[in-house]
């Protein structure tokens, strides 16, 4: 048990990450005063650390509800890879495994237990429970409890027990379903309405957008893949019959492939996904049934074939790639042969209203002509200011222009209108329609009324759509679609906020997509290329010998810094992102002694290969760069550039260090050297500064200080 570190300290040596995301901090401590709360953070953006620190840092086992069956093992395993104790019991484990497990459990040995929400209804367990001292529930995918939300569970329904069981025992629960409705649901139905509500930016700019039109797609995905080549992606197509087409074209082509669906046999779909999830097999051509059991972070491009159903199924969709944080492509393909197919879905499910409603969004999505992914985040209620730079739009804009005197119009309109009409109406009423249900109506009455007649029917609809890609209005699906005004809308009509719309008459031929060619700009990496085939070639290894996934050995994005920053050291790997302490012991060795080979082999060619990274730094510093900026200029961690100048330091290459840090820090770390001692580990050093002092300085004076006595 940890209780007396801090979270931070914890998350370094358990996770080795340097600093918490946006609100992992703050969830953690609220768990840890025993207080619920309801997380909603998008796939990938961290939610799991979130009651894993708390249970790491508490006394007792933190019960972990989960539906997704598959995912456990690989989660525990992670876990496990970590130093954390974890265990999980479900159907797929015989008795002997279960009890087992349950005498792990009765030692108090388990940190972290995953438990299907059938297991722990079930009455032994229960009793179990009862008898040991639990820190906390966490309810993964909660939006499950919701009939409203799109993946309802009969059996999560009746996880209300847990409060009224446990009352004092704090319930996180954790979803990537944002919606009001589903929110208020989950409150209620685990009993806990006083929880606070956590809710982080649905962004996740690594992810680039790109819509292109539904021809030829084959194609066009061919040379998606080309460019991805050996690497991991998904391609999402309508039909169980695409996915075995597509997948054998691409594997007469040369490609490596698997395909997925759930007309599959299980024995043979659980062997897909483990090919994928092991890195045995790079691309995987699925329905939507592949991924819900999908925690693999190198996924490197997301490809839908066909017009996802929904935003809410295409953004979880791609929000499968790049969980590691390093770019990832995701390009959907258009066509109205798809529009057509999933009408027809549409209009025979229960919810037709609804899913003919979505559907017309996501098609607004992909023939837009604002920054896609400002339309993806105005869907789930964030108002994006700036556009993101990492879409097809922004890197191709259209023609825009000033519209907000027209918009005004539009949007007093539906002031005017009480909010109680659909997009129809509002344009027949801006133009002064004689349609003779406006007069019925008394809307003939209203001030706006004909205000917006020099415009035509179809391109005030343009204008509206846009309005709505904006965020300015808002379509009310369950109440007749109605369109509403929201925050962004008042500030506009009341603030004269100003709009600039796309000019309708450069749209007027439709949808326009904007194809390219070249590979996508991906972000800087400075990263050797060799170095790092060597480092996943020992990973995979690695990890085939453990029988575990190469992503829970280590991350695609810690094995590209060490191949940016050569770590030949234990200090040195233990600065590398994703290398807690356990992991070091446990493979820190093997990947210094790849690194050090593959330097050793590389000086014969290239002599200035090793220390490249640190005189790039030097070079920098020559030119009077602060460290924030070096380091923002290299994509490199501050932490890393310090460890760069100590490196520096040690090699002479500079002599001084008073200007990289304040004259306190040196005397504080001057002191604490001298009580600790400076022999191999900094973390003495740091524990005794109480943490306030980052291990990259501590590292540059205890080279300063072997090099100068
Ligand atoms: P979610 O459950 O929200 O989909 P996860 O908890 O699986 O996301 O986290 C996604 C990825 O982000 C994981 O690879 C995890 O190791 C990484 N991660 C989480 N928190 C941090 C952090 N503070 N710094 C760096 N990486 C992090
Ligand atoms: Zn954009």
Sequence with gaps: MDSNSAPLTILKKHFGFDTFRPMQEEIILSVLNGKNCLVIMPTGGGKSICFQIPAIMQEGTFIVVSPLIALMKDQVESLKANGIEAAFINSTQNFHEEKEQLSRLNDGKIKLLYLSPEKLQNRAMYDQLKSIKISGFAIDEAHCISTWGHDFREEYSKLHFLKDKWPDVPIVALTATADKITRRDIQKQLKIDDSKIYITSFDRPNLSLQVLPGQKVYQQVKKIVARHRGESGIIYCLSRKSCEEVSAKLNSDGYNSAFYHAGIETKNRSKTQEDFIKDNVPIIVATIAFGMGIDKSNIRFVIHYNLPKNIEGYYQEIGRGGRDGLPCETVMFYSFRDVMILRDFAEESKQKEIQLAKLKRI???????????????????????????????????????????????????????????????????????????????????????????????????????????????????????????????????????????????????????????????????????????????????????????????????????????????????????GVGDFKLEEYGEVFIVEIQKYLANSEVNNSSIRGKTYLQTLKLIKESKTIPEIAKARNIHENTVYSHLAYLVEKNLIKDINSFLSNEEIVLIQAAIKTIGNDEALKPIFDHLEEKIGYGKIKLVVSYGKVNG
Excluded at 450 to 462: E, F, L, N, P, V
Excluded at 519 to 533: N, R, V
Aim: charged share 25%.
């Design 363 to 577: 098609q607004q999505y992909a023939e837009a002509e604002v920054c896609r992914r400002k339309i993806l985040l105005t869907y789930f209620g964030e108002d994006l200011k700036e556009d993101c730079g990492n879409c097809d739009v922004c890197n191709n804009p259209p023609n825009v222009e000033d519209a907000t005197i027209t918009i005004q119009k539009g949007l007093s309109a539906i002031v005017r209108l009480k909010e109680k009409v659909g997009i129809g109406t509002l344009i027949d009423v801006v133009r002064g329609s004689q349609k003779s249900y406006l007069f019925q109506n008394g809307y003939n009455q209203i001030k706006t009324f004909g205000a917006g007649k020099d415009i035509s029917y179809t391109d005030w609809q343009h204008y509206i759509l846009q309005m709505l890609h904006h965020g300015y209005i808002e379509i009310a699906y369950d109440q007749n679609h109605v369109l509403k005004i929201t925050e962004a809308g008042n500030e506009v009509l009341f603030n004269g906020r100003q709009v600039k719309l796309v000019k309708p008459h450069d749209a007027k031929d439709g949808f326009q997509p904007y194809l390219k060619p070249e590979p996508q700009k991906t972000q800087k990496q400075e990263f050797e290329e060799g170095l790092f085939e060597s480092l996943r070639k020992l990973r995979k290894q690695i990890a085939d010998s453990k029988g575990v996934p190469p992503y829970v050995v280590f991350s695609d994005a810690s094995l590209k810094e060490m191949a940016a920053d050569h770590p030949i050291n234990s200090q040195e790997m233990s600065l590398i992102s």
